[in-house]
């Protein structure tokens, strides 16, 4: 049997709010070293891409490879019903999950584990021209900001500094984030770069990653896709790659 624990439910919830954004079922593959999921939306514009170590679980218990076909929406609602000190147990064994819920009742949630086919996706090789780090939530602001006026935005980097701009016949705006303005974290800038991306998977991804980890890192090129990466405390990381929207 598969087994792990981890501490605090509503954290995982979190994740699995952040993965579903993306697709509605997958696999998550399960081996000693630890925890993953990769996966592609049904559009193939949006891929993502979550790893957890052993050593981030409590408790982690697994023999060899095995795959856990799940419906994202299933696991959220139960996530939701977690309490603020559950601590969230995935068992898996008898081609069923089984979620439990630790806390004053220790609750329990069966599910048939999907057989979900598919061909394994390749970590992409990318050469990025840009490298940032910032604030989560003031990503997240600048692309309100921005889907007031337009359906995509356009991010430019030169001379250090990043700018996030959204241009439509309602109107235009435009974000600067810069280290001296505390906006950027860090910056680098092999060479000026711009790209445009959809508003509507920026905002579903952001909204939901910027409560898995305060600082996110965002990497492009010129037309290329979007890198960004949310760290999970415990060495875990939860990245998305969004293919670029040709203007």
Same mark, same amino acid.
């Given at each position: 049997m598969v087994k792990f624990t981890f501490p605090d439910a509503r954290e995982w919830r979190y994740i699995i709010e952040s993965l579903a954004t993306i697709v509605d079922e997958a696999n998550?593959? %399960?081996t000693p070293e630890g !925890? *993953?999921?990769r996966a592609l939306d049904p559009g193939r514009i949006a891929m993502v891409d979550l790893y957890m170590p052993a050593g981030l679980f409590e408790e982690y218990s697994v023999e060899a490879e095995t795959k856990i076909g799940v419906v994202l929406d299933d696991v959220d609602k139960v996530l939701k019903r977690a309490k603020s000190d559950d601590k969230l147990v995935f068992e898996v064994g008898g081609g069923r999950l089984t979620i439990v819920l630790q806390g004053r009742a220790e609750r329990r949630f069966k599910f048939p584990l999907l057989d979900i086919a598919g061909q394994e996706?390749?970590?992409p090789r990318l050469n990025f021209a840009v490298a940032a780090k910032m !604030? *989560?939530?003031t990503f997240r602001d600048a692309l309100k900001d921005a889907s007031l006026v337009s359906e995509s935005v356009k991010l430019k980097a030169e001379d250090e *500094?990043?700018?996030l701009s959204a241009k439509s016949d309602k109107?235009?705006?435009e974000s600067k984030f810069t280290i001296e303005s505390g906006s950027l974290l860090e910056i680098d800038v092999r060479e000026p770069a711009e790209a445009s991306y959809g508003i509507d998977f920026? #905002?579903?991804i952001v909204s939901k990653a910027y409560r898995v980890s305060d600082i996110m890192a965002l990497k492009f090129a010129t037309n290329m896709p979007l890198e960004m990466t949310f760290d999970i405390a415990g060495g875990g990381t939860l990245k998305y790659l969004l %293919?670029?929207?040709? #203007?």
């Open positions: 998550f593959v %399960a !925890l *993953s999921l996706l390749p970590t !604030l *989560s939530d *500094s990043l700018y109107g235009e705006i920026l #905002e579903k %293919a670029p929207r040709m #203007e």
